[in-house]
């Protein structure tokens, strides 16, 4: 319930409360709560006999929270950027791994997030979402900290596209020699080319 009301709270000046004449009333958290239950999962139709919406609601309030979250969210998802959060972090790894990831600032990783089949109305290339395991998705970089806290994410590619050619072409990626000072790296799997700042 805390996870959920600080959500609310980072997503609500981003959020307005949508009224209209003889229908429905979507708070903050009626809106975050069906957005939720649609990210897990949900069926929109059982969403919105819960929420006592009507279908047209439950869509255009949908798209609107994933904007308010996507806008609330952005300042909480953020790397290291003092000398003294970067200690702190690699600090973090270092205990976590019993001094082995020494100077280590983020673990870096890549996640295909399923997602049906696109039309060629929806995308000029349908087929660039369809991954080398055969379904279609989107291409998730992300990163977190010692606390497995996010501290970046990009969610730009289609699922055809390989993890180092995704987080190459990031905007973080173009200012990582600024980013990650010297004495300290990144931690990713072998999908990722080994350079002094990506281990």
Known sequence: KAAFH???RLCRPY????RKARAD???PEVALSMTLRWLAGGSYLDICDVHNVRESCFFVTKSRTLEAMKKGLK???RFPETEEERAKVAAGFAAYSNGALRGCLSSLDG???QIHEPTKK????PAGFKNRKGFFAILVQAMCDSDRL?????VKHQGSCHDSTAFDSCPFSCGLADLVPSG???AADDAYGCTEKII
């Open 6 to 8: 600080e959500l609310v």
């Open 15 to 18: 959020l307005p409360v949508r």
């Open 25 to 27: 009333s979507v708070t």
């Open 75 to 77: 300042a909480e998802i």
């Open 111 to 113: 996640l295909a997030v």
């Open 122 to 125: 929806d995308t000029p290339n």
């Open 150 to 154: 996010f501290t970046y994410v990009s």
């Open 184 to 186: 300290y790296w990144i």
